[in-house]
């Protein structure tokens, strides 16, 4: 079993080597072994992925939950785990911090924070509010015997609105607060990508879902260094059933028997 310190430094040498990285976003034990078992470096939760594991929509979860599936994922894995932890489940920095502390117990190695209050009225923390809990994150990560690699997101582009220029400022005052990744989720094209890595002097992460024209390599050269799934392989397993489901029923039909895994494959992905 590799340790968790070991896990901690293999993850911040993937944030360091040239070019970028995908970090696939499993929803259970199965999903996260067969991810490491095709040779995926590192991964990461699913806050949506998980919530629909348990038939929920994404924000239904508690912290109890979300962090009992965390160790769930690290114990049956060896390779680094980190996880959407949200908003932190709460809305003061003391609360981000003791999610912080009590998520990297679990066997994680990086956690990523948000700043969408999830409530659709008033979406987003105040700048001020916001910076001032990833400070508080930073604090938690520093208190940790290992390198727990904290990923700092803005959320307005998702959530409010096209509008660069304001998750810039807040990437670049979460960089300065200490974060160790930076994300804005809805990054739509390449320009957008490299006009980020400009501002700002963190690695970046980038959400896959809306650069599916585009390569690995293409991402790298735009300055990406980790690339993420987000919900996407959630949905895309909750769409061959769905799809399966109304063919059996529509239809009577059982061709989408022709494919799937052989047991044996399966069997070997979970080795």
């Not at 070991?6 to 040498?13: D, R, T, V």
């Not at 590192?42 to 994404?58: E, H, I, K, Y």
């Not at 979860?61 to 390779?79: G, P, Y």
């Not at 949905?235 to 895994?261: C, H, K, P, Q, Y």
Request: negative net charge.
């Amino acid at each position: 079993m590799t340790s968790q310190s070991a896990k901690a430094e293999a993850f911040q040498q993937l944030h360091a080597a040239d070019g970028a990285f995908v970090i696939p976003n499993p929803w259970d034990a199965g999903s996260a072994r067969m991810m490491q078992n095709l040779g995926f470096k590192a991964l990461a939760t699913t806050s949506s992925g998980f919530a629909q594991s348990l038939g929920r929509l994404d924000g239904q979860v508690s912290l109890e939950e979300k962090l009992a599936h965390c160790r769930d994922l690290a114990a049956i894995t060896d390779i680094p785990i980190s996880a959407d932890l949200e908003n932190g489940f709460g809305d003061s920095p003391e609360a981000v911090a003791e999610c912080i502390a009590r998520a990297a117990e679990t066997g994680l190695v990086g956690g990523s924070i948000e700043d969408y209050t999830g409530d659709p009225a008033v979406p987003m923390y105040d700048f001020e509010l916001s910076v001032e809990r990833v400070a508080a994150a930073v604090e938690a990560v520093r208190a940790q015997p290992f390198p727990f690699t904290l990923t700092a997101r803005a959320e307005n582009l998702l959530r409010v609105g096209p509008d660069l220029d304001e998750a810039i400022r807040r990437l670049k005052a979460y960089a300065d607060a200490g974060a160790d990744v930076l994300y804005a989720p809805a990054l739509k094209t390449l320009d957008e990508v490299r006009r980020v890595a400009a501002e700002v002097d963190k690695p970046i992460n980038v959400l896959a879902s809306t650069f599916k024209a585009h390569s690995l390599a293409e991402l790298a050269d735009a300055g990406a260094t980790r690339i993420s799934l987000g919900g996407s392989l959630a949905r895309l397993m909750a769409g061959v059933l769905l799809r399966t489901g109304r063919e059996m029923l529509d239809e009577g039909s059982f061709r989408w028997l022709d494919g799937i895994a052989a047991p044996t494959e399966v069997d070997q992905a979970l080795a």
